[in-house]
């Protein structure tokens, strides 16, 4: 059965309807996106709508998180296809701002998170995380929820955007969903969809070299120089794969880490160009 979803343009439009929603006491919760929504964004709704009376999603590919030479004027977008999608799911509204409306002609205010922010993701895209944590702290400041759910795909952003909510007293409880990947394992992603048919077969070493450090962590190897450089083999052999990095971080302060200890836990973390595309990936470990 198909919801009637309510489309919200400006933030003060935003700001009252959830303020409705708090005078009828229902809780709210935010799924931000920048639209192109998979399976992956989905079960974030579902997550939020597990947890909230309400759910609104967000759809806004935000300007101020490329980088130069990236790929914003690109990125794939389709509103029809996404509020057919949403229709499916429990939604109520989806905040749909122009770039106009969100950053006007004399905005000079950014949010930044100081350290998490500086190593991984943050040396090969430097200004993105403030771009980030910026556009969250808006939206949080427009649709005013109780809960916001991200991906686990995005691990880094997803603990910068913790931090963030911490230290800025935000007051909201922020949700991190596993990653949901295709049947062959690839992480779903927004940007697959400029994977041709061979680099989406390439694609897959990424996942590969994660389920080969899970069996090495297995059989009890917790140098992680040793694991890095045995996932790095693989990559190797792929030739569409310019492999940017591979780290082992602890779980919550991504501090890069040499030996693997019992009763921690980490992410091991991938970025990788399958030709023109980036793409990212990660594991959670717990020991
Ligand atoms: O993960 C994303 O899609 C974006 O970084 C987010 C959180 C919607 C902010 O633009």
Partial sequence: MKNQIKIIETCAQMREYSLNLKTENKTIGLVPTMGYLHEGHLSLV??????????VVSIFVNPTQFGKNEDFSKYPRNFERDIELLSQKKVDAVFFPSA??????????????????????????????????????????????????????????????????????????????????????????????????KERKDALVLRKSLDSAVKMIESGE???????????????????AELQYIRIVEEKSFQEIEILDKGNSYYILIACKIGATRLIDNELIGL
Avoid at 46 to 55: G, I, P
Avoid at 129 to 135: L, M
Avoid at 222 to 240: A, F
């Fill in 100 to 197: 106009k409306e969100i950053y006007s002609e004399n905005y000079q205010t950014y949010v930044e998170v100081e350290e998490i922010t500086k190593k991984q993701e943050g040396e090969f895209r430097p200004e993105h995380f403030k771009g980030v944590t910026t556009i969250v702290s808006i939206l949080f400041n427009c649709v005013k929820p109780d809960v916001a759910v991200f991906g686990r795909k995005d691990a880094q952003q997803a603990a910068i955007i913790k931090r963030m909510t911490d230290d800025l007293q935000f007051g909201i409880k922020v949700i991190v969903a596993p990653i949901i990947r295709e049947i062959d394992g690839l992480a779903m992603s927004s940007r697959n969809v400029y994977l041709s048919g």
């Fill in 222 to 240: 917790r140098n992680t120089k040793k694991i890095i450089s045995g996932m790095k083999g693989l990559y190797s052999k792929v030739d569409s």
């Fill in 46 to 55: 579902d997550a939020a709508s597990e947890k909230c009376d309400a759910v």
